[in-house]
């Protein structure tokens, strides 16, 4: 199966009036207080033994005597404000999945200012529409917006945010075209590494960005400076909004990095194996924690998964099993060396007594995805070619 269209997010600054700010932070607010609201009284309902009977649509249902009793609500947009409610009945829905998993979520929270930052039209051309380098939202006005590359596809759902450089909108577009990058005929498996960012079944290693350090060495100052001043003064929220402004400065230095990463193995590759990584369980154990959670590679593999589809190619998720302790080895025979060598993790070299292979332990377990991966893909085939 090819694919041929993919979804694809396109961002824009808006650049609204000091005006059209007011009413996009109007707007923003009063989103944030129905989330609110809506949240208290799911509350109620969760004290009174009604919790889990709560529904958006009962919710959404209330929402025409919420503007009889405060006329300000009927100066958002009908379905802005459904899409608040599902916010919050999504939130439910995952603290719900968990609370049945035996995990002890944090109940929902209620949303302060620095918490709450979107809201969301959540069908394009009903309340909002691109007209050429205006974005006209109802009820809010013809706001300038910088379309600095042309948007593809047809568009969804129109997500404005306050961040710290400002306002943006998101347009989600379906059927965006895909385009397809040659194909090389090669494919490899990759791994996380411990000393570096990720590597090959090649042994090509791509390393950790190094601005990442000093970034959070910032990051922390800040932080620690925001903790430092006193709760409500002026001073806490320039130190809050410059805290702000570093994060959304690391986030954008990683997406780039991830971005590059993604896009130089997509065009490399057409099938790209990677390992199921339970991170929740690797952020526990504290020595591998900063390195992953800092590469944050749950996050690189949904954008290499998403330039694969763009570009036409594969990344496929195998189970974990031994990858970093079984050998890659041939034998003499040509058949695969079965030794599994237990190593901990300062241990950086697999070294095998059997087949005598010796190399580094990341690109060993990259070798071993790239077989498992391979191997499942061949059971595959025959399975479908039996049927
Ligand atoms: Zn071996």
Not at 165 to 175: I, L, N, R, T, V
Not at 359 to 364: A, M, Q, V
Request: aromatic content about 8%.
């Amino acid at each position: 199966m090819t694919v041929t269209s993919v979804r694809k997010t396109f961002k824009y600054q808006l650049m609204p009036t000091p005006a059209q700010a007011q009413a996009l932070e109007t707007v923003l607010s009063r989103c944030r207080t129905l989330y609110n609201i809506a949240l208290e009284q799911r509350k109620t309902w969760w004290q009174r033994g009604q919790g889990k009977s709560a529904t958006y649509y009962q919710q959404a249902t209330e929402l025409p005597d919420l503007k009889t009793a405060c006329p300000d609500y009927t100066e958002v947009n009908a379905q802005v404000l459904q899409d608040a409610l599902r916010r919050l009945d999504k939130t439910f829905a995952a603290f719900f999945r968990r609370v049945q998993h035996g995990e002890t979520p944090g109940y929902p929270r209620f949303q302060g200012e620095n918490r709450y930052h979107s809201f969301t039209y959540p069908q394009y051309g009903n309340g909002a529409v691109l007209d050429g380098s205006l974005l006209s939202l109802s009820k809010i006005g013809r706001i300038p917006i910088r379309v600095h590359r042309p948007l593809h596809g047809m568009p969804k759902t129109v997500t404005v945010s306050k961040e710290a450089g400002g306002w943006y909108a998101c347009f989600s577009c379906a059927e965006a075209p895909v385009q397809p990058l040659p194909f090389t005929g090669k494919e490899t498996g990759i791994d996380v590494g411990l000393n570096v960012f990720l590597m090959t079944a090649d042994g090509v290693f791509v390393e950790n960005p190094r601005h990442y350090r000093k970034a959070e060495r910032d990051l922390k100052k800040a932080q620690r400076r925001v903790s430092r001043r006193k709760k409500g003064s002026h001073r806490r929220k320039k130190a809050v909004k410059l805290l702000a402004r570093k994060h959304q400065k690391v986030q954008r230095q990683r997406r780039d990095f991830h971005h590059k990463t993604a896009l130089a193995l997509v065009r490399q590759y057409d099938v790209i194996y990677l390992e199921e990584l339970r991170v929740r369980n690797l952020v526990r154990n504290h020595r591998l924690a900063k390195s992953i959670s800092d590469a944050g590679w749950a996050q690189f593999r949904t954008t290499l998964e998403y330039k694969a589809a763009c570009a036409g190619k594969q990344v496929i998720a195998i189970e974990p099993a031994y990858t970093s302790q079984n050998c890659s080895g041939v034998l003499a025979d040509g058949t695969h060396c079965p030794e599994r060598i237990e190593k901990s993790l300062s241990v950086r070299t697999h070294i095998c007594p059997q087949c005598g292979l010796v190399l580094d332990r990341d690109e060993n377990a990259a070798r071993n995805i790239l077989r498992a991966g391979q191997a499942r893909q061949g059971a595959v085939a025959v399975a479908t070619a039996v049927n």
